[in-house]
């Protein structure tokens, strides 16, 4: 059997690591992913191929990049065809909005998921945590109406907003199990889950 031609380096339980390996699964490419960063560290050669100390970065034996929403922006163009890489440039706009949106929301889940998620309870700061899931809240408040208009982050049908989206609203439900208060979200999720490559490289326990 051949070698993959498409690598993704980076530690499974990153939110942005997620994303792409989520999104070359959903178009079917036959890829490899490396462990790397958090406690796996990076090697010379990891950090000759991303100098910023993080994950992921991708190679396709065409081009090396790091920036998850690049990479998910990359693949739609290169691998996805008109299905994922939409041709209309209001339509592309309009999906793609969401992904620099999402760059805000990570922001502001931050302190919520690394208190929750990687302290131990007595380290925990309970008012930043709070802080965090109150802002979170709020955000999710603007995904909440938009869902109620359209069906996926990026219009009628799921793209590239709801790629770079969809590790986030399985870390939000995770972490705060009641979807009462976002029942066009949590709706987006369970159609998610539906999807069998989500299930298997988003909606992990995290960690
Ligand atoms: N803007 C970058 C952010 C990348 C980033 O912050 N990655 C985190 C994981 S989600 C990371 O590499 N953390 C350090 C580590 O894992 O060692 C992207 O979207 O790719």
Not at 64 to 72: F, G
Not at 155 to 175: E, K, R
Request: with cysteine; aromatic share 12%; net charge negative.
């Amino acid at each position: 059997m051949s070698d993959p031609f498409f690598t993704i380096w980076g530690r499974p339980n990153s939110h942005n690591v997620k994303k792409v390996t989520w999104f070359a699964a959903e178009l079917g490419l036959d890829f490899r992913r490396v462990d790397v960063g958090g406690s796996f560290g990076f090697s010379e050669e990891d950090l000759a191929r991303n100098p910023n100390r993080l994950v992921p970065t991708i190679g396709d034996g065409k081009v090396t990049l790091w920036e998850s929403n690049t990479i998910v922006r990359y693949m739609a163009a290169e691998y996805g065809g008109p299905r994922w890489y939409f041709t209309d440039p209001i339509d592309r706009a309009l999906a793609e909005r969401w992904m620099d949106w999402q760059a805000g929301y990570g922001a502001a889940q931050k302190d919520m998921y690394l208190g929750l998620v990687r302290m131990a309870a007595d380290q925990r700061d309970e008012a930043a945590i709070a802080a965090s899931r109150e802002a979170c809240a709020r955000q999710l408040g603007v995904l909440e109406a938009h869902l109620a208009q359209f069906a996926w982050l990026s219009g009628h049908q799921i793209g590239v907003g709801d790629i770079a989206m969809g590790p986030f609203l399985h870390s939000w439900f995770t972490l705060n199990p009641d979807g009462a208060a976002l029942p066009q979200v949590q709706d987006l999720y369970q159609r998610l889950l539906a999807r069998p490559a989500y299930a298997e490289h988003v909606a992990t326990a995290l960690s």
